[in-house]
């Protein structure tokens, strides 16, 4: 094992701070996108989609929505707990820094509302199966 040397001076540590609000800026984002790129295809494959056409596979398409909007929520979650993750670190060398604490964790208040958006996408897409039989 190879032993790691590396002092954390204060240029470092203002260095590290400011990539990981990089990092934590570029999750947001994601966390954001991701349910809205999801409910906007779930809402154009459906317009698109002609139940009485015999070769439109609707059901099949819901069930592959539905399959996406649980990845999608599997990965709304780990972006969260990458968050917090992240916000930990910048709490750690702001207490390093000797600086005020300018981060909070993400509770589940804040990221209900991406849930939400994933589960119309979910329960549209179970009504799309129900409503082709």
């Known amino acids: 094992m190879v032993e790691n040397s590396f002092e954390l001076t204060p ?7 400011a990539q990981l609000n990089e ?4 999750y947001v984002s994601k966390l954001w996108q991701t349910p809205f790129a999801y409910l906007a295809a779930t ?5 698109k989609a002609d139940p009485d056409d015999p070769q439109a ?3 099949f398409i819901a069930a592959l929505l539905i399959g996406f909007g649980l990845l999608v929520s599997a990965s709304t979650f780990h972006i969260r707990r990458r ?10 060398l702001e207490n390093i820094l000797s600086l005020r604490r300018t981060v909070v964790h ?3 208040a804040m990221i209900s509302p991406y ?4 589960a119309v996408g979910i329960i549209a897409s179970l009504a799309a199966i129900i409503w082709t039989r």
């Open 11 to 17: 240029e470092t540590a203002r260095a590290q701070l």
């Open 23 to 26: 990092k934590v800026r570029f």
């Open 43 to 47: 809402g154009v494959l459906y317009v």
């Open 57 to 59: 596979p609707v059901a």
């Open 83 to 92: 968050i917090n993750q992240t916000v930990d670190d910048i709490a750690e």
């Open 106 to 108: 993400w509770n589940w």
């Open 115 to 118: 849930f939400a958006m994933i």
